[in-house]
């Protein structure tokens, strides 16, 4: 086979793998699990959850929305801070918070202990303060909620008879970095993975979850073994839900952006670092990052280079990226247009980012809020 005829067959794979991602995400924006946000209060238990370190930025505006959404909750409600050793005012902070909020108490944390991750371990210590029966919700502290975000939610994931559900907040991106990136994020699942299969099945691969928001019944994440059986892993939300699935439940994700809001990260610098510390971990090793990055390039880009070339099939292949992140953003809340025209550069900017991420690993100079995150 000659140079152009192989050029021309990888045109026309990236095309057809391109518009079945395209169909895809036609498919769950139309069947995604949606908060009801019409649904009665609960009155089951209901535990808040929130790991912080470092987030005086964060912690009144979270937590003043925390509490008005907990004010909804027709049953008993606990909501428990650990603040992580934080160095930046953050304890001041909810040192005052817990004065204005009755339910509010306020856990002191020392960083992880050998084993864990700095997160995962903050999670399971406010495990224990949990109530026993009911419902744990997991909430970040850069993530706002509405009112009726834990009614909604509640009820949604009551009524599917999932064990699991995270209501993938609305990603708010201001910078052209975050721009570019952000999007990334619900797209990735919306266009790869069939949600109403994966809330049904038990393989770890049909698997998304997102920690900024997670919902989980008390008596499901405590037969998974909570966040201890997750305790090294970086992506800890995914793992997570892994293991519910492992010991008979569900979850899956859904979209949450009329009852939350998150500005993940802010301009390029925090992009990077946030990304560098996790996505080395997203594929499994090393050549599972090769592996995905290669199909990537391949559905995304190669098509959009083709039809700079003046080709028709490459064409219809750039368009049919475009239409999975006009679909996905529509869906979520997203910028649909004009961001969605450069989803070849998007991929392009995330491979090189997973790159990053790998060679920073490898070399053992991971680090996140102070903490290092190698050899774990």
């Not at 306020?106 to 224990?128: H, N």
């Not at 560098?276 to 592996?291: E, Q, T, Y």
């Not at 559905?299 to 990226?321: I, K």
């Not at 550069?345 to 090189?352: C, D, L, N």
């Amino acid at each position: 086979m000659r140079g152009g005829e192989i050029w021309r067959a990888l045109v026309a794979c990236g095309t057809a793998t391109a518009t079945g991602s395209a169909v895809l995400a036609m498919v769950n924006a139309a069947t995604i699990r949606v908060p009801n946000a019409h649904a009665p209060s609960g009155d089951e238990p209901l535990s808040v959850l929130l790991p912080m370190r470092d987030e005086a930025r964060h912690a009144r505006d979270c937590l003043r929305a925390v509490a008005a959404a907990a004010d909804r909750w027709r049953g008993p409600v606990r909501i428990v801070v650990l603040d992580d050793d934080s160095s930046d005012g953050t304890a001041d902070i909810l040192a005052d918070l817990a004065e204005q909020i009755p339910a509010l108490e306020i856990v002191s944390g020392a960083g992880p202990i050998s084993g864990w991750l700095g997160k995962a371990w903050a999670c399971e210590q406010l495990s224990y303060r949990a109530v026993e029966r009911g419902v744990l919700v997991f909430v970040d502290a850069d993530v706002r909620v509405a009112p009726d975000a834990f009614t909604a939610s509640v009820a949604t994931m009551r009524t599917a008879g999932l064990d699991m559900f995270c209501p993938y907040p609305r990603q708010i991106a201001g910078t052209y970095a975050e721009r570019l990136i952000q999007p990334l994020l619900q797209w990735s699942w919306m266009s790869t993975l069939p949600l109403r299969l994966a809330e049904r099945s038990a393989r770890p691969s049909l698997s998304a979850a997102n920690g900024q928001f997670l919902i989980v019944d008390a008596t499901a994440y405590r037969r998974a073994g909570g966040h201890g059986a997750v305790r090294a892993e970086v992506l800890e939300d995914i793992a997570l839900l892994r293991a519910v699935k492992a010991v008979g439940g569900r979850g899956v994700v859904g979209d949450g952006s009329e009852v939350a809001s998150c500005r993940m990260y802010v301009g390029w610098r925090e992009i990077r670092d946030g990304y560098r510390k996790s996505l080395w971990s997203a594929f499994g090793s090393p050549a599972g990052a090769a592996a995905v990055s290669a199909l990537l390039l391949l559905t995304y880009v190669v098509p959009a280079v083709a039809a700079l070339t003046g080709s028709r099939v490459g064409l219809f292949g750039y368009l049919a990226g475009v239409a999975s992140r006009v679909v996905s953003a529509r869906r979520t809340g997203g910028r649909a247009l004009p961001d969605s025209l450069a989803h070849p550069i998007s991929v392009v900017a995330f491979t090189g980012m997973t790159v990053d991420s790998v060679i920073t690993h490898r070399r053992g100079l991971l680090r996140w809020k102070g903490r290092e995150i190698n050899g774990v």
